[in-house]
């Protein structure tokens, strides 16, 4: 018998948050952001249901390189463009998109050998500070992809850091929108500014419009503004589901503790489940004795520090429990019962992107 621990890929759900999306910002189209892995469910499963999406953004060569071995043939834009000169060779071969964000690949542009010329998307830094021009070096930028042979269209782009709430007490993103505007009102060109936070609380505001969303947590059904809003108001389902099953039960007297370093101590007598589930599976270790867990669908609590391989549950609320029992860590539970990963999440320190970009690899994954 194989270790019970198993992550499912609910294509489903992901077909239904691109949905979402697309309703979201109905003039758009949609990327869906698949670098890290899909976000870690995989790249070719993840494609099963996000195949409706216009095109695909990612940042790693060769996670492009399997997307059109898919036999996708559709847009694909590199986010963070050329590592090195040499990537231009795959862009040309690929026919992939590509952002723009510093000098240096301007320069290797210029100097790329290719009779295909490529659409970039030229970045602007409008208040991240993390990729792209300037908005007062932008215009020279774009002035000067403009003039080379080996560019076709010139697509815009900008990244929004407080787009899932606020910042310094004001509208997340209303300085870097003021920013933007002022710096590309009369460049033309298709725009895109929206990841997910922005598509769901910002994509119908003027500003904020543009040809193109790109949709990334939203999509696996995090959420990006947790715990302001959650999966059920974004209408968002799970696109990943953790789970495992009890493989032993203990009857813990009072005064007992549970686990490494004894950080629980049973202040009445206790029945528990043994989980086999760790932070070697990608559970977090950061996990606090209460973090929310489904124990048939019942919710209940973690108990003790999480250790590599285990974990142990309070099983108070389910008292029909036992061996075998089946235990959802985060998703889709049985009888249609739900745990937001965003819980799991928050109870660590972190955020869902985090859990599921760490699923571990000794993980079983099946597509349901
Ligand atoms: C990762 C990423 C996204 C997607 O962000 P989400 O918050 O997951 O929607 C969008 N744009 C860029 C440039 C990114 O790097």
């Not at 090195?84 to 000098?103: I, K, Q, T, Y």
């Not at 030229?122 to 991240?128: H, I, P, T, V, Y």
């Not at 003021?178 to 922005?198: I, M, V």
Request: proline letters at 6%; hydrophobic letters at 45%.
């Amino acid at each position: 018998m194989p270790r019970p621990i198993e992550a499912l890929i609910h294509v489903d759900a992901l077909a239904h948050n691109l949905e979402r999306a697309r309703a979201c910002a109905p003039d758009a189209r949609v990327w869906a952001v698949v670098k890290a892995n899909a976000y870690g469910h995989g790249i070719e499963r993840a494609f099963e249901g996000l195949r409706g999406a216009d095109g695909f953004a990612l940042l790693d060569f060769a996670e492009a390189q399997r997307l059109r071995a898919l036999d996708w043939r559709g847009p694909i834009l590199m986010l963070e463009g050329a590592f090195e000169p040499r990537d231009l060779e795959l862009c040309s071969r690929l026919g992939l998109w590509h952002a723009v964000h510093n000098e240096a690949q301007i320069d290797w542009l210029a100097a790329h050998k290719t009779h295909t010329p490529h659409r970039v998307f030229l970045k602007m830094n409008s208040g991240m500070n993390r990729l792209g021009f300037t908005p007062r070096a932008f215009r020279a930028a774009w002035t000067r992809l403009n003039a080379l042979p080996q560019v076709d269209e010139i697509s815009l782009v900008t990244h929004f850091s407080d787009a899932d709430g606020d910042r310094f007490g004001q509208n997340g993103i209303a300085h870097q929108v003021a920013a933007w505007t002022a710096a590309t009102h009369d460049l033309p060109g298709e725009r895109s500014l929206a990841n997910s936070a922005a598509t769901l609380r910002h994509a119908a505001d003027a500003g904020v419009r543009a040809d193109w969303v790109r949709a990334g947590i939203m999509s696996y059904g995090g959420v990006p503004d947790f715990p302001e809003h959650d999966a059920a108001h974004w209408q968002l389902r799970p696109g990943m589901t953790l789970r495992s099953k009890i493989i032993a039960t203990q009857q813990v007297p009072a005064g007992e503790s549970v686990g490494y370093g004894s950080s629980f101590v049973a202040d009445a007598p206790l029945r528990i489940g043994v989980v086999a589930c760790g932070y070697a599976d990608g559970y977090p270790r950061h996990c606090p004795t209460g973090t929310p867990v489904l124990v048939d669908g019942v919710r209940t609590r973690t108990i003790g520090r999480v250790s590599m391989d285990m974990l142990a549950v309070d099983l108070t609320p389910v008292p029909a429990a036992q061996l075998g029992s089946e235990v959802t860590l985060w998703g889709q539970g049985p009888g249609g019962s739900l745990l937001g990963i965003d819980e799991i999440a928050r109870a660590a320190g972190t955020i869902g992107y985090e859990l599921m970009c760490a699923l571990a690899p000794r993980v079983p994954v099946t597509v349901a």
